[in-house]
């Protein structure tokens, strides 16, 4: 880098024209513009002045050279020694680096950032060196058990962490240090822990004292312990067990936000990062924190409570931190933003508060403009937050209260014309007060003023009842509801049927297990009402799934919820990168539910909002499942691997069957699965506890069925149904594949082959997968040519038609010429056809291409095949199968008439008689008349 002078940008102005002359006559062998800058600053710095005057030589060579190399030379000095002499060396680097720091900022030589990181820089080694120089004392008394000299430099097991602008490389030019110290009580043995406490207590109180104390050589840092957790009557330094008990039950939404900034700066720093990552859950929420808000605007409310600080904008006197439109303003509105989001976001889980708010912005949390606008409002004010403490080196963040302490400070910014520039701050000021406190307080209907709508006796009965809901047990859930409540009901009486609306809303509120989190996003998101409002009113037992997963709201205002549905390489990415912050296999699979479900939800509100339709939705479902399916397999067998040993032989391949086969599925759908493994000659597996091949792969697949089924945290993915697997329930839960084979030639029936007919390897070894499908392709061929298979298949069906008759003219699944039955019969197409096709209109078409159906007769079925589908998916969507118009809500046959584009019900349900009783036409022409006799009912 070059020399100071050649990188000069700026200079203040002497606003004491004497002592800005004593100070350039002290240095007239410095080149002009050089001069102009140190008689700026000593005529508006009587601190800077007295330091000039302390250190002429040294500031001498300093100015020769790069202000970096003079940093680095004053770090590098601050070598390991007694505490009294590390008093003395820090005293010195600090008073030189807070010159040469000055300097670079008046000059322009340095940015801002560049500033407040040299002073971090000097924070970090001085408290450093303090620390060791103690610990080294305790060590050398053998008060820390099993330290040796030498470990003082590597904490001993105790950390101290930098809070606050420390912790973000922040600090300002007279800043004092925030400190939290910590001592890892893992590293000792029981009975040694007491003693060693009480030697990490000594070194945190004698570290703190001698960077405090004032001596004839000044101070080094003004010292805080008090973030600490109970700070009051905790001693200065804890065992990090017991501060991770205290923020699990008791930390508080400032800790959380304090915790953002925390780095360890000295000691143990890697107890400091792995304690970190353990409070990681406390400081970043699963879901979205919008109740954050709140607390950060109560806390806002108490500070200028208690400082005075309330009343009409103006500059004399003015807190420049934490006033109206002060630095505090937007360092809590960047913190509550990453708060609320980073738990979803680890992009935002940034120390600074530039780097925060160009983080928020770039993820698409906040507008690029208004990142923009409070970075450069949050520069400006840390300048004159420095200028103000330049003067006399004085922890101070307020503005003069006279004219002349203006222009002095005005000089001191460069700035000759004071008026000018207190016009300028005073806008600054006036502007971030509006970027925050629209944040903080949004103007809203719903405030306390607001006049509550009218309610009907029969509304008004149901909305008393709400204050008894687990919901509302806490003050601050009824405080938030209660500012919420006018907004809600305005919008629950403005939907197309207000009753079924507060219906709907008291089941959905009746079911909700807790309400501050979901209450405070709907009032920062009151959007998210009307789209609860369309749920409960269209689709009453999607509302109750939200009730007991509210944590699915957060995907809708995540910026990309009502985009098109991604590719599928896309949505395997998206799970991979949720997957990979997960700790273990507990929480990975309870990432999986939650990614799950959030995506689960969003194709139903889509399909409910009409941006798809049932054919649409049926594929993303299918799709969904397979990004599942793919995912968890591999945790499963690596959990599995990891108690029992690999697994023998060639693994594994999981088939999907049924719809899931056919890639097709519904809001409902469990999942058809059969596995089958290849043990290729290995007898066993060779882990800790190894198994047999057989019993190996059946347990994997128990593992598997258990990794998808059972309930959780974040409830459970799908239903399994293994009953197509060979011999289905008594046969093994995975199949060898020779065995597989030998059945399906030997002994399968013809219901066995027909499901074959829409087998597809979802997961595991993609050899053994595509070895499946070879042998799939050359049974068919086989077994095409049987005799038979039409006769299997009619009575098949005429058993199933007794069995599980239509039940109401809205079943779309059961019955003669409805969705089971066209099934089956474009199965049997598939198989006489040889055909490796698995959805029904690939197999239908190559029936007809086959010359085993005719094109009108393959229409009809297809046609018939659409619509029931769109009925069947509706209905899954909106609950239980309703097979009953009358059953329906006006909201559900809303949405049943524009899926199917019918004018009316009785429309609708005449066009299915026809359609379903053309389709059975169809298929008893196909098919000889069973045994039964049912095959010919047309239902």
């Known amino acids: 880098m070059t020399d100071f002078a050649s990188r000069l940008t700026r200079a203040p102005l002497a606003y004491d024209p004497d002592a800005g002359a004593e100070a350039e006559a002290r240095f007239a062998d410095q080149p002009p513009e050089l001069r102009a800058v140190l008689a700026g600053a000593a005529g508006c710095s009587p601190f800077l002045k007295s330091l000039m005057g302390i250190e002429p030589e040294w500031l001498r060579e300093t100015l020769a050279q790069s202000p970096e190399a003079a940093l680095e030379a004053e770090l590098a000095a601050l070598t390991p020694a007694p505490p009294a002499e590390t008093g003395s060396m820090l005293r010195r680097a600090k008073r030189r680096i807070a010159l040469l720091a000055a300097l670079a900022d008046l000059g322009g030589v340095w940015t801002l950032e560049e500033v407040t990181l040299a002073l971090t820089r000097l924070a970090d080694t001085a408290v450093q060196r303090a620390l060791a120089s103690h610990l080294a004392e305790e060590i050398r008394r053998g008060k820390i058990p099993d330290a040796q000299q030498g470990d003082e430099e590597r904490g001993a097991g105790m950390v101290a962490f930098a809070m606050g602008k420390m912790g973000a490389y922040e600090l300002n030019y007279s800043s004092d240090i925030d400190l939290i110290c910590l001592f890892d009580d893992s590293q000792f043995e029981a009975g040694a822990c007491h003693e060693a406490r009480q030697a990490f207590i000594r070194a945190t109180r004698k570290t703190a004292a001698l960077l405090n104390d004032h001596t004839g050589e000044g101070y080094v840092f003004r010292t805080d312990l008090r973030l600490r957790p109970d700070g009051s009557v905790t001693p200065v330094c804890l065992s990090m067990e017991a501060a991770e008990r205290y923020y699990e039950s008791l930390g508080r939404t400032w800790e959380r936000a304090a915790w953002i900034k925390a780095r360890p700066c000295a000691g143990d720093l890697a107890a400091g990062a792995r304690f970190l990552e353990t409070l990681r859950p406390f400081v970043w929420r699963r879901h979205l924190d919008y109740a954050a808000i709140q607390d950060a ?12 600080l309330g009343g009409a904008l103006a500059l004399a006197g003015h807190d420049m931190k934490l006033g ?95 008026a000018a520039w207190q016009q300028d701050l005073l806008e600054r000021l006036a502007a971030v007060q509006s970027l925050t406190e629209e944040f903080f307080a949004p103007g809203s209907p719903a405030g306390p003023d607001t006049e509550a709508p009218e309610l009907s006796e029969h509304q008004e009965a149901i909305v008393s009842g709400w204050r008894s809901y687990p919901a509302m047990r806490s003050s601050r859930a009824q405080e938030i ?3 919420l409540q006018p907004e809600l009901m305005s919008r629950l009486l403005k939907a197309p049927l207000p009753d079924e609306a507060v219906i709907g809303f008291d089941r959905f509120l009746s079911g909700l297990p807790a309400g501050v989190q979901l209450f405070s996003l709907f009032e920062a998101n009151p959007t998210l009402i009307d789209l609860l409002i369309d749920v409960l009113t269209t689709a009453p037992e999607l509302g109750e799934y939200l009730a007991r997963n509210s944590g699915v709201f957060d995907a809708v205002i995540g910026g990309d919820f009502f985009a098109d549905w991604p590719q599928k390489e896309v949505l395997a990415q998206d799970l991979a990168e949720r997957l990979a912050a997960s700790a273990d296999y507990e929480h990975a699979l309870d990432a999986l539910r939650a990614w799950h479900k959030e995506w689960h939800f969003r194709i139903g509100v889509h399909h409910l909002r009409g941006l798809i339709d049932g054919v649409e939705a049926a594929t993303q479902y299918a799709q969904l499942a397979d990004t599942v399916l793919t995912a968890i397999w591999p945790l499963v067998a690596a959990e599995f691997a990891r108690k029992h040993g690999a697994a023998p032989g060639r693994g594994a391949v999981v088939l999907g069957m049924g719809s899931l086969g056919a890639g097709r599925l519904n809001a409902a759908s469990d999942l058809d699965l059969i596995v089958i493994y290849d043990a290729a000659g290995q007898e066993g597996s060779e882990g800790k506890r190894p198994l047999a091949a057989r019993p190996y792969y059946a347990r994997l697949t128990q593992a598997l069925v258990t990794a998808l089924s059972a309930p959780m945290a974040q409830g459970r993915l799908y239903e399994v149904d293994m009953r197509l697997r060979p011999s289905g329930r008594q046969g093994p839960v995975a199949t060898a594949i020779k065995a597989f084979e030998a059945y399906q030639r030997d002994e399968a029936w013809t219901w066995e082959h027909l499901a074959l007919t829409r087998a597809r390897a979802v997961a595991g070894s993609a050899e053994l997968g595509a070895e499946v499908e070879a042998f799939r392709g050359e049974l068919l061929a086989q077994k095409s040519k049987g005799e038979g298979v039409a006769q299997a298949v009619a009575e098949m069906r005429a ?14 699944k059961d019955g003669a010429g409805r969705l089971q039955d066209i099934e089956l019969m474009a199965q049997m197409l598939a198989l006489q056809a040889a055909a490796p096709a698995r959805k029904i209109e690939a197999q239908l ?11 009108e007769d393959e229409q009809i079925l297809l046609g018939a095949y659409r619509l029931l589908w769109r009925v069947q998916c509706a209905q899954r969507l909106l609950g239980d199968r309703v097979t009953d118009a009358e059953r329906l809500g006006d909201g559900a046959q809303a949405f049943l008439l524009r899926e199917t584009g019918a004018e009316t019900l009785d429309a609708l349900t005449a066009e299915l008689r026809d359609v379903t009783a053309q389709a059975a036409q169809v298929i008893n022409a196909a098919l000889p008349v069973s045994s039964g006799g049912a095959g010919d009912t047309a239902g």
């Not at 990453?338 to 600074?352: A, F, K, V």
């Not at 078409?845 to 094109?855: D, H, Q, S």
């Open 297 to 308: 605007h109560d806390m806002r409310v108490r500070i200028r409570d208690h400082k005075g």
């Open 799 to 812: 058993r199933l038609q007794a069995a599980k008759p239509a039940r109401g003219a809205l079943d779309a």
């Open 481 to 483: 509801f209660k500012r």
């Open 845 to 855: 078409l190559a029936g007809r291409r086959a010359g085993l159906i005719e094109k």
């Open 324 to 418: 109206q439109g002060g630095i505090r303003e937007i360092e809590f509105f960047t913190q509550t933003r990453q708060l609320i989001s980073g738990g979803r976001d680890p992009e935002l889980r940034l120390r600074g508060t530039v780097e925060g708010l160009a983080a928020l912005a770039a993820q698409g949390w906040i507008p690029a403009p208004q990142a923009a606008e409070l970075t450069a409002h949050y520069r400006a004010h840390r300048e004159v937050e420095h200028r103000l403490q330049m003067i006399n080196d004085a922890q101070t963040h307020i503005l003069p209260g006279t004219p002349e302490g203006f222009a002095r400070l005005a000089c001191f910014m460069g700035q000759s014309d004071a």
